[in-house]
């Protein structure tokens, strides 16, 4: 066990020298440190000497094998005289425990947030992990304000591979807690799903959906009570937002969306990767055997010669006749569908003249040189510069029934069953 004290300007590992406390809990430190091997700032996340070394080292392996834009990522572990440590991305932005400290966030931001949560909860749901402990404290911000999911300690992989908790066994905060979590039955996709419709509601309302001062009590009623619906608490919530936040609170996960990605897809948005293009030209549909017209441009000169070879060898050195044709469009002349974004390219008008000799076979049989000719005319297609993104809700509802209760707005209880740990709260 080790018993080292560390102070601002102490040097970890021979490497990381620390700037400023940033957060401490019964879990670990964190510090604002300077990695002088790299020229960076990190977030030195040091494990207290009581804290479990396995969940420590667990929550490592688990942020270094995602990365997304909203998920926080680890640089480097290692086990120094000061102890365990992590280094992990510094984000400057703070929690959004620290934003909900002024009450309920505006709609545009309570939808620009959630679709930064969502995208990292369908990326760790995508590679079998549940976070298990989403709450404000552990939702990060960077330097241009990108949500970005922390502190992974409770994470369990799809196969259960490295779990210290058995059924029965009660971890998360009571506050954010879902009810098959609160039951002591094992965490799915869309338990994280109801955590993050607590968070929903919290942004929206500025209060949570269940307050009581016994951190059991709270466990007690997010595993018995419905939650109320959050149009009733604040009646100017978008329709969509708030049909989505009362689904993600439902009480049976099968009631509520699956995991992240569905999250994702109600608020409207395309997974991180999966770019979204918008035609505002009509496109040629090519058919399914037409060549790709990158392929057929920069490498025409290659086709003629392969065709040309394959033909001589099949013994039809006789009579070449080689064209490509494809429908015509019926979009404006040039312009061409890739799947992707529309490119502005111009290309010059050539042509493929291919002759051959007479060929002379046994006897006096002779055929007669012929010429084919290919010609591809310019292309030209445009793309859109870039615009700014303006988010709008989707129409998604969720048949859902709720009650009316209006929530107390007491500061809730935070005390936990279980310790945490926070990637800036420790």
Not at 19 to 30: C, D, F, K, Q
Not at 391 to 405: A, I, L, Q, S
Request: charged share 15%.
């Amino acid at each position: 066990m080790h018993t080292v004290v560390v102070t601002p300007g102490d040097e970890v590992a021979g490497r990381y020298r620390l700037e400023e406390l940033a957060g401490r809990g019964p879990m670990s430190e964190v510090w604002r440190a300077h990695d002088a091997t790299l020229d960076r700032t990190v977030a030195l996340k040091i494990l207290a000497p009581t804290a479990d070394l396995e969940r420590f080292r667990r929550e490592a392996r688990a942020v270094a094998s995602l990365g997304h834009e909203n998920v926080m990522r680890v640089y480097d572990y290692g086990e120094a005289e000061a102890g365990p440590y992590m280094a992990l991305e510094w984000l400057p932005g703070g929690t959004l425990e620290e934003r909900l400290g002024g009450g309920a966030l505006d709609p545009g931001e309570v939808g620009r947030i959630a679709v930064g949560i969502a995208a990292g909860l369908a990326h760790l749901h995508e590679r079998g992990f549940v976070h298990r402990d989403l709450k404000p404290a552990n939702v990060l911000f960077d330097a241009e304000g990108r949500p970005k999911l922390a502190d992974f300690g409770l994470a369990r992989g799809a196969a259960g591979a490295g779990t210290l908790t058995e059924a029965g066994t009660v971890l998360g905060t009571a506050a954010y807690i879902s009810p098959e979590q609160a039951g002591g039955e094992p965490a799915t996709p869309a338990s994280d799903v109801y955590s993050l419709g607590v968070l929903l509601f919290r942004m929206l309302t500025g209060a949570l959906p269940f307050v009581a001062d016994d951190a059991l009590a709270l466990v007690d009623m997010h595993r018995t009570q419905p939650a109320p619906a959050v149009e009733t608490v604040n009646p100017a919530v978008p329709p969509a937002l708030a049909s989505l936040t009362n689904a993600a609170l439902a009480k049976d996960p099968a009631d509520r969306p699956a995991d992240g990605a569905a999250v994702l897809a109600a608020l409207g948005a395309a997974p991180v990767g999966a770019a979204a293009t918008t035609d505002t030209e009509a496109t040629t549909v090519l058919p399914a055997v037409a060549l790709d017209e990158e392929v057929v441009h920069t490498s025409r000169r290659g086709a003629v010669a392969i065709a040309v070879a394959l033909l001589l060898l099949a013994g039809l050195g006789g009579v070449l006749a080689w064209a490509v044709t494809r429908p015509a469009p019926t979009a404006p002349a040039g312009v061409v569908s890739t799947g992707r974004k529309h490119t502005s390219r111009t290309r010059p008008t050539t042509s493929v003249t291919s002759t051959h000799a007479p060929t002379t076979t046994a006897g006096t049989s002779t055929h007669a040189p012929t010429t084919t000719a290919h010609t591809s005319t310019a292309q030209t297609t445009t793309q859109s510069p870039p615009t700014t993104q303006t988010y709008t809700w989707p129409t998604t509802t969720y048949p859902t029934t709720v009650p009316t209760t209006v929530p107390t707005t007491t500061a809730p209880a935070t005390t936990t069953t279980a310790s945490m740990s926070g990637a800036t709260t420790a």
